[in-house]
């Protein structure tokens, strides 16, 4: 049987054009992009290009787009500049976050004159407006607020923009995690009203090990590597050109085709939700799963029995990819924070299924029929 992949939000497929666009620069053009001859300046162009090419999809400025190693370095360095160069005293997040926010607040909680809240949030797993506002007129000092567009393991998407009006009104700085969200729908960095974003090339066909940071304008960092000019003197180390290459043509062909890919990757979950209602009895869904939710991402809470309890185990063994509550702390498996603080009824069992446009409804018939006889 040939292997099903439906865990796309941990990492998806290398798409050809992409690896197309990538191949010249890793064989040909190899040049240096910090040497001055010709071969640097083709490199240099090529990442120039590539600035270009994504500000432009993000409707941003080149200037405000910074080529990191991933989400998580630029989660980490939007978190580190609003502590140590815009004045952020206090950090309110949530308990949902991915843990390279959350493990960053707790770092910094842990060892600087930082203190840090999480917002409350609503039973089905979205944030609540009312209580990030009392938290942000109560504080006196500066805050930063770190908030996920959507969430990985269950997908609730954020009212960002709302979020964002808030933020303006009490001068706080605001962070948002759009790694689930870059390259799966169209973002105008100009109409929301956010200091920082990250986003991730492997979540969106293009490879692993390369992201980008937002930096709005209207604010001033620090360095957050040090030692050669590279990133406009922010973040020194050769670039990873290649990456670089491939994300900004991960990111075209993934704007270019939005329409026709989401609406069909919305329709292989809206399709698994209707067969698993009828061929699974007690199924339940985590977070707002018909409601404001990504469209590439399925979380189904099982009834716990024997049988479930085995059940990421069992598909694997069946040549079937999903996850159980995020992938990127799957070594050790220690249970889902996201699903603990939304749902912690322990006689339940979560699979999280994850789709890209490369998935098809023979898969979810194969996968249903499949959990049928597991459960």
């Known amino acids: 049987m040939d292997r099903i992949y439906f865990d796309n939000a941990a990492t998806t497929a290398l798409d050809k054009e992409v690896l197309d666009a990538m191949l010249p620069y890793m064989t040909t053009h190899f040049g240096n992009p910090s040497s001055i001859y010709s071969y640097g300046r083709e490199s240099r162009l090529a990442v120039e290009n590539a600035r270009k090419i994504v500000a432009k999809l993000l409707n941003a400025h080149p200037g405000e787009i910074f080529f990191t190693s991933g ?41 600087d004159n930082v203190t840090s ?11 609540d407006l009312g ?10 000092e500066r805050c930063l607020v770190s908030l996920m567009h959507a969430n990985n ?19 706080a700085i605001f962070h948002s995690d759009c790694v689930q969200t870059v390259g799966h729908y ?70 270019t ?43 189904v809470a099982f009834p716990k029995t024997e049988k479930s309890e085995m059940i990421l185990f069992n598909l694997d063994i069946h040549h079937i990819c999903v996850s159980g509550g995020s992938a990127c702390s799957s070594g050790a498996d220690a249970g889902s924070h996201v699903i603990r603080a939304i749902n912690n009824n322990p006689n339940l069992v979560t699979v999280r299924f994850s789709f890209s446009k490369h998935n098809t409804k023979e898969e979810v018939d194969a996968v249903v029929a499949k959990l049928q006889e597991l459960i």
């Open 153 to 171: 393991e269950i997908g609730n998407l954020l009212p960002i923009k709302a979020v964002g009006n808030l933020c303006n009104k009490y001068n």
């Open 131 to 140: 209580d990030l506002e009392e938290q942000l007129a109560a504080q006196k």
């Open 71 to 111: 989400g998580t370095e630029s989660n980490n360095t939007a978190i580190l500049s609003a502590i140590r160069d815009l004045g952020c005293k206090h950090i309110i997040t949530s308990p949902i976050e991915h843990h390279a926010v959350l493990h960053t607040v707790e770092h910094y909680d842990h060892t």
């Open 257 to 299: 085709n939005y329409d026709k890919d989401s609406q069909y990757i919305q329709s292989l979950k809206t399709y698994m939700i209707g067969e698993l209602r009828k061929n699974i009895k007690s199924v339940q869904f985590n977070g707002d799963q018909e409601g404001k939710c990504l469209y590439t991402v399925l979380s």
């Open 117 to 127: 809240s999480y917002v409350k949030l609503s039973p089905d797993g979205h944030i």
């Open 186 to 255: 169209p973002i105008d960095l100009r109409k929301i009203p956010v200091h920082f974003i990250s986003a991730a090339g492997h979540k969106f066909h293009g490879p692993k090990g390369v992201g980008i940071l937002y930096v709005n304008d209207n604010i001033r960092i620090k360095p957050f590597i040090f030692g050669g000019g590279q990133e406009r003197n922010m973040r020194a180390g050769t670039e990873n050109l290649y990456g670089i290459v491939g994300l900004a043509k991960a990111l075209e062909l993934a704007m």
